[in-house]
């Protein structure tokens, strides 16, 4: 089984081509669901996705690409974690 943990100041990819940096993982204050906050940078306008500060709940972070929607998705995850 993966480990996929996501950590403060760490680089992930969408699967769209865009780099985000990892800010956080916050909790929610009213339903306790946990949230990656993030900053996307360099896209470059590569996806609709704009440069900026955002949160994703981190389920949906983690999860697997739809590839019955997206079939020529080059990752398996919605983000994948860059290791330099």
Not at 53 to 72: C, Q
């Amino acid at each position: 089984m993966e480990n996929r943990e996501v950590k403060p100041f760490t680089k992930w990819r969408h699967f769209k081509g865009l780099n985000a940096f990892v800010i956080t993982v916050a909790e929610h204050s009213e339903t306790g669901e946990k949230l990656v906050i993030y900053c996307c940078m360099g896209n470059n306008g590569k996806t609709n996705h704009k440069d900026g500060i955002y949160a994703r709940p981190l389920e949906m972070f983690l999860s697997e690409v739809d590839h019955e929607k997206y079939p020529n998705a080059p990752q398996k995850y919605r983000f994948e974690e860059i290791i330099d």
